[in-house]
Antibody
Framework: QLQLQESGPGLVMPSETLSLTCTVS??????????WAWIRRPPGKGLEWIGD???????NYNPSLKSRATISVDTSKNHFSLKLSSVTAADTAVYYC??????????WGQGTLLTVSS | DIVMTQSPDSLAVSLGERATINCKSS????????????LSWYQQKPGQPPRLLIY???TRESGVPDRFSGSGSGTDFTLTINNVQAEDVAVYYC??????????FGQGTKLEIK
């Protein structure tokens, strides 16, 4: 069974770039079954899909974040990553990584709270 | 862009009663989906990540109790929870999966026990 675990700094200064990593265990990021996705939930708000990546390098982004988001995959480390530039308080959220198929997002990490504050 | 709108934003139901959550898509997602009606439902309990409950509008994920059911087509979809239990307290989200490369969630519906 897949397990996903997010890791990140917890606190980022405004205007800086946040970096998060999702480590996959119990399976391979090279799986042909899955895209690997980032999703966030700001405090008091709903879920927002940020984007996804396939191990071959195919990447899709939410247009609302496309200019600031960069998703990458490292098959040697079996993890994928998210960078979000020029962060503001509006980017404060719990960030989740998840496995994605045409059925939906079936395996999720526990989430990591990222706060943007000086 | 497809916009998913859920109603109500919150509801309180007595134990053993039925809860009904609606999700409306704009525009119609049926024709732009390469599979079946690509509408999924998720349950998120406090402090936990979301859990996939239903996909393809009405197919329950493995392990999901049969008191959860999904229905609908075109622009209108429904999640029904029969015989609501205390452990069903959560926020429920619909999500469209029909227009890659963008996937949209509804704003969420909070279910509480009356």
């Amino acid at each position: 069974q897949l397990q996903l675990q997010e890791s990140g700094p917890g606190l980022v200064m405004p205007s800086e770039t946040l970096s998060l990593t999702c480590t996959v265990s119990g399976g391979s990021v090279r799986s042909s079954t899955y895209y690997w996705a980032w999703i966030r939930r700001p405090p008091g708000k709903g879920l927002e899909w940020i984007g996804d990546i396939y191990y071959t390098g195919i990447i899709n982004y939410n247009p609302s974040l496309k200019s600031r988001a960069t998703i990458s995959v490292d098959t040697s480390k079996n993890h994928f990553s998210l960078k979000l530039s020029s962060v503001t308080a509006a980017d404060t959220a719990v960030y989740y990584c998840a496995s994605q198929t045409h059925l939906g997002f079936d395996y999720w990490g526990q989430g990591t709270l990222l706060t943007v504050s000086s | 862009d497809i916009v998913m709108t859920q109603s109500p934003d919150s509801l309180a139901v007595s134990l053993g009663e039925r809860a009904t959550i609606n999700c409306k898509s704009s525009p119609n997602i049926l024709h732009s989906c390469n599979y079946k009606n690509c509408l999924s439902w998720y349950q998120q309990k406090p402090g936990q990540p979301p859990r996939l409950l239903i996909y393809w509008t009405s197919t329950r994920e493995s392990g999901v109790p049969d008191r959860f059911s999904g229905s609908g087509s075109g622009t209108d979809f429904t999640l029904t929870i029969n015989n609501v239990q205390a452990e069903d307290v959560a926020v429920y989200y619909c999500q469209q999966f029909s227009t890659p490369p963008v996937f949209n969630f509804g704003q969420g519906t909070k279910l509480e026990i009356k």
